[in-house]
């Protein structure tokens, strides 16, 4: 292992095919997306890569996987970092003074060329550009009061300051990191993620790719909004006419610029339905690099597990994490009113339950306040096919999904599924509008944090065997059809194929 100012690495520093890059996920979280990310590398074992794993802070992190034979290189990289003293001078004065203009854009959903701006400035300054200087120095600190006078000179200035500390730190760590090198830059999200990627196609002159399941930045919105202290109270007003400029914007315009930036810099951008790409247009993504790639999965592993027809509980899972966007809560609530309506049933949640421990409290303090210790059960992390032949109805409350995979892996295994409207859940349980033939429903679509509505259709199929084994065949059959990873492996070869043939191009941050 070679440890570095900005980042840890470890294996070989000879180039890879493709560089991978993820933020908050594979290899120390598990949950879809890295299970995906760890299936993909598996798919392609004649391929070499470079894994990039973006941490929100420096403490080490345990592997949730075994990582493939084919991952040759894995770099960490902290968002944010402890810095040394400040560093002052005029060579940072001069640095900080060229950043100061194309940041203060980029941070009001600005775009690639705001974003080469940055890094061309850092990289005429290489001696000047550290850490320290960018976040303690004089210099910075006046170019943080600048950029809070033009944006938000009404809120808290302590608050602005940590947010910008937020911000700026992340993408920073970024831009200091040593690259990676590789002929392709493969992104699992914009955010940070995308913009180590932008900057690998700024530098290298390798194509970028970008797969987004959720939308980056309808997921920080969801969270921004939850978040209390970022929005300021404006004193004696109680109706929404009263709502002005606050923290919330300065956080969701940034992150639109970085998703932008990365965007910008793809040469093709896919995601996993067409709906998606709503939410990608409105971000700034040219409509003539998207396309459409769903997840598959392993639909002859998972289709051939046994169903346990021994006399057992009526039983529903949940599997994912215990996590806010998972909606545990109303999943909880639900279970509440299922156990009135279906006697005996057991409740599920099959994930981890350590990612957000002050949650996962929150959760377990309301399973035993609704009196459920007996009904329901956190079994941690399981392994899926252990469950799926004793489940008889999955469960699913989020907030926010791209496509998920549980949906899939159940349904290739007949269980049907009730889920929240949210991504293509809809497209999974009902059908696509060009299925053709149209095969019906595989189980229910519910309304966001309805807990009522969640118990009613789950006590619907638990207690009509017929209709249950109906939307089981069904969401087999679509799953079989639609979402074979066998085609989808496929897909992705191709694509990579068509880039990694690609000849280099020169760098391009000498036109900033």
Request: glycine share 8%; proline share 6%.
């Amino acid at each position: 292992m070679r440890l570095t100012t900005h980042s840890r690495t470890r294996g070989s520093t000879k180039e890879a095919d493709v560089c991978l890059i993820l933020e908050g996920a594979y290899p120390f979280i598990a949950g879809g997306v890295s299970s995906w990310t760890h299936d993909l590398i598996k798919a392609h074992s004649d391929l070499t890569f470079h894994l990039v794993a973006l941490s929100a802070d420096e403490t080490p992190k345990p592997l949730r996987f075994d990582l493939p034979p084919n991952v040759i290189q894995m770099t960490e990289i902290a968002l944010q970092q402890s810095e040394r003293r400040p560093a002052n001078g005029k060579a940072v004065e001069r640095m900080i003074s060229e950043i100061e203009g194309p940041l203060t854009r980029l941070f009001a959903k600005g775009g690639i060329e705001d974003f080469r701006g940055v890094l061309a400035a850092l990289r005429r300054h290489p001696r000047a550009a550290t850490r320290a200087a960018l976040m303690n120095s004089e210099a910075a600190f006046e170019m943080l009061q600048h950029m809070y006078e033009a944006s938000v000179p009404g809120s808290s200035f302590l608050n602005y300051f940590w947010s910008w500390r937020s911000l700026a730190g992340g993408l920073f760590s970024v831009l200091l990191a040593e690259l990676p090198r590789a002929r392709v830059y493969h992104t699992i999200s914009t955010g940070y993620a995308g913009l180590l990627m932008a900057r690998a196609v700024l530098e290298t002159g390798r194509p970028g790719l970008l797969t987004e399941h959720g939308i980056y930045t309808n997921e920080r919105r969801v969270e921004i909004a939850m978040a209390d202290w970022l929005a300021d109270k404006v004193p004696g007003s109680f109706g929404i006419e009263a709502r002005r400029r606050d923290l919330r914007d300065v956080w969701i315009e940034a992150f639109i610029g970085y998703s932008r930036a990365c965007y910008e810099a793809c040469s093709t951008i896919t995601t996993l339905y067409t709906g998606n790409q709503v939410l990608q247009l409105r971000d700034g993504a040219p409509q003539d690099r998207l396309a459409v790639i769903p997840n598959g999965i392993d639909y002859d592993g998972l289709s051939a597990i046994q169903r346990d027809v021994s006399p057992r509980p009526p039983t529903v899972a949940l599997i994912g994490r215990a996590v806010p966007i998972k909606d545990v809560k109303t999943y909880i609530r639900a279970a509440a009113i299922l156990r009135d309506m279906v006697p005996g049933v057991r409740v599920l949640l099959l994930g981890p339950t350590d990612e957000d421990p002050a949650y996962f409290k929150e959760c377990v303090d309301m399973v035993s306040h609704l009196g459920l210790r007996g009904t329901f059960e956190f079994t941690g992390r399981v392994r899926l096919h252990d469950y799926l032949g004793r489940v008889d109805v999955i469960a699913l409350t989020s907030i926010s999904e791209a496509q998920p995979l549980v949906l899939l892996e159940a349904g290739a295994a007949g269980v049907p599924s009730v889920a929240t409207d949210v991504g293509s859940c809809r497209d999974i349980i009902e059908g696509r509008a060009d299925e053709d033939p149209p095969l019906g429903p595989g189980g229910f679509v519910t309304p966001l944090a309805n807990p009522l509505e969640t118990a009613q259709r789950l006590a619907d199929l638990l207690l009509d065997p017929a209709l249950r084994t109906r939307c089981g065949e069904t969401i087999r059959l679509r799953t079989e059809r639609y979402y074979n990873k066998k085609v989808v492996d496929r897909i992705y070869r191709e694509l990579y194929d068509a880039h990694l043939c690609l000849p280099n191009r020169s760098s391009v941050l000498a036109a900033a």
